[in-house]
């Protein structure tokens, strides 16, 4: 008989505690079948993770949980989900469920048509615009074409019309003497003022040149990936590192594991971070099966 159970690893009174399946018979920390998540109760909120849907798959199978097991699987929401996996869903979309993913999930062949439909799409739009935009082009030449005549007609109107001579202005009759001599003084105390005007240097003053400020750099955003599925990441540590800039697989596979440890250790959490950037590097990349066959061998993040 199969047996869900909590397996021991880690040092002397730092316990880490992998859940894994195996026979009945074997001992407690010996070999097992298969790791369906770990448990950590060293670090405050105690952190757990089970992979939903191969925990419903040995629960439906006849796998028998431990107490310390169950009470983990009932808190997860496992055995509510195993209800509904016996009443008749699928096992799929139950995991999926859990995990927040699409189900069914799209395969690439749909994913590619997709793209193609769409592309078709902006192909028809395009051709439905070209007789619209070719019919405003001809109205407007239309247009043009009507409006071309009367302007023509105005212009000969206008060079055939005679040119009207303007009648001479009568001459002004000459100013008495006492007016002269009147405004004799006044002209020269004119010229006089004009004179000072233009011989006042003229200082110009220097322009300050406007700097026109740099448009700032635009802010690239990222989505951010779900750290704690690195084994050893719980919850308060992916935290930690989201308030340390560190939201995505890619940020922690660049990460080294001195910066990682130090931003730990400002949180207040006891964790062994070295193996977080290679787990880092696989899930970047999408093998995820690779990095299933790594987590397998490690021992609550550290290389056993």
């Known amino acids: 008989m199969l047996k869900i159970r909590l397996a021991r690893r880690g040092k002397k ?12 018979a074997s001992k407690r920390d010996g070999r097992y079948v298969e790791q369906i998540g770990y448990y950590n ?47 008749g869903e699928e096992l799929g979309a139950l995991a999926a469920e859990f995990n927040g993913e699409p189900w069914p999930p799209i395969s690439e062949e749909e994913k590619q048509a997709a793209a193609e439909e769409a592309v078709k799409e902006e192909a028809e739009k395009t051709e439905e615009a070209a007789p619209v935009a070719e019919t405003v082009v001809e109205e407007a030449i ?25 009648e001479p202005e ?30 006042a240097p003229v200082i110009e003053e220097p322009v300050a040149e406007v700097v026109e400020p740099e448009p700032a750099p635009e802010s690239v955003s990222v989505a951010a990936d779900d750290l704690t599925r690195i084994e050893g ?20 596979a660049g990460s080294t ?15 062994v971070v070295d193996t977080w950037p290679t787990q880092s590097t696989l899930a970047a990349a999408g093998d995820w099966d690779e990095l299933t066959a790594l987590q397998d061998k490690l021992d609550g993040g550290r290389a056993a």
């Open 13 to 24: 009174r730092q316990p880490f505690y992998r859940v894994v399946v195996a026979e009945a």
């Open 41 to 87: 109760p060293m670090v405050d909120p105690i952190e757990y993770k089970l992979k939903e849907d191969r925990a419903l798959h040995w629960l439906s199978v006849g796998a028998q949980p431990t107490e310390a097991a169950e009470r983990l699987l009932k808190k997860q929401g496992t055995y509510d989900r195993l209800a509904r996996l016996r009443a």
């Open 142 to 166: 239309e247009e043009v074409a009507e409006e071309a005549p009367v302007e023509a007609v105005a212009e000969e109107v206008v060079e055939e019309a005679p040119a009207v001579e303007p």
């Open 170 to 199: 009568p001459q002004p009759e000459p100013v008495a003497e006492v007016v002269e001599e009147v405004a004799a003084p006044v002209v020269e105390e004119v010229v006089e003022e004009e004179a000072a005007v233009v011989a």
């Open 233 to 252: 990441i719980g919850p308060k540590i992916a935290e930690a590192l989201h308030a340390a800039g560190i939201s995505s697989f890619l940020d922690l």
């Open 257 to 271: 594991s001195s910066g990682l440890r130090t931003i730990v250790q400002d949180a207040g959490i006891s964790a």
